[in-house]
């Protein structure tokens, strides 16, 4: 009997090990600069959201394996149960919240419209009118492109490359999409190439996604305000952004 018990009590422990030895599986975009990118000399993906996740890894005790994949599949992903954690730059949204959980907000964006540099004809949305528009699957510029933009065609694309490859091959007449991302090519490959038109649209806030009842989701937000509290939010921050957290 006494041998019975034990290993029933060693079965128990071996359980509660595995089980908290499982590694997370986090999905992030694979092209969402300065939030997540392959870095080309390590071949790893980096960026502000993979270094946040990471900080944040530690503070709550997790393992966890990146995958970086395509921005529309992350949210059918959360809610198959086949990714734990979503962080890509992901708006919450309503429509979003009713299948996913999320995290509190992390970043505050909006959406920009980028032109070639020398186009005089665009300068706000509402001269899209009967004009192509480049921008990404699955994502809130693709709503306000459709429903604000009054263009001629909204073309969609899986990734931010392929999006700013068709403005600059002359396929699309303006690009919609996330301020820090329009920002950042502006500044490094699209510089002296595109320009930035019109005000700032739709002020949003970036969440990080779980599956719905998830746990995971008051250990991250206690996790974030740590982070915040002590400083470490604010030095990322500055690294990825150059500017104090708004």
């Known amino acids: 009997m006494k041998r019975i018990l034990l290993f029933a009590v060693l079965a128990l422990a071996l359980c509660a090990t595995a089980a908290s030895a ?3 599986i986090v999905a992030t975009d694979t092209n969402f600069p300065p939030f997540e990118f392959k870095d080309p000399e390590t071949g790893k993906h980096t960026g502000f959201d993979v270094e946040l996740w990471d900080a944040i890894a530690k503070e709550i005790g997790a393992e966890y394996d990146l995958q970086p994949m395509d921005f529309n599949g992350i949210i059918p992903g959360l809610q198959s149960g086949q990714i734990d954690v ?3 730059g992901m708006t919450i949204k309503p429509e979003r ?8 907000p992390y970043y505050n964006a909006g959406l920009l419209i980028l032109v070639k540099a020398d186009n005089a004809e665009i300068t706000d949305v509402k001269s899209l009118a009967g004009k192509i ?8 510029s693709e709503d306000f492109a459709k ?3 009054g263009a001629k065609e909204v073309k969609l694309f899986p990734n931010n490359d392929a999006m700013f490859m068709e403005l600059m091959a002359g396929g699309a007449d303006a690009v919609i999409f996330d301020s820090p991302v329009i ?5 490094t490959v699209g510089k002296e190439q595109t320009k930035i038109v019109g005000p700032l649209y739709m002020g ?7 599956p719905k009842g998830s746990d995971l989701v008051a250990k991250v937000n206690e996790a974030l305000k740590k982070l915040k509290d002590s400083g470490a939010y604010r030095e990322l921050y500055i690294k990825w952004f150059g500017t104090e957290p708004k």
């Open 97 to 104: 919240a009713e299948v996913v959980d999320f995290s509190d």
């Open 147 to 149: 429903k604000e933009a």
């Open 22 to 24: 499982k590694k997370l």
């Open 133 to 140: 528009v480049a921008t990404k699957l699955g994502t809130t």
């Open 204 to 210: 949003q806030s970036y969440g990080i996604g779980f």
């Open 183 to 187: 920002s950042e090519f502006v500044r």
């Open 86 to 88: 979503g962080i890509a």
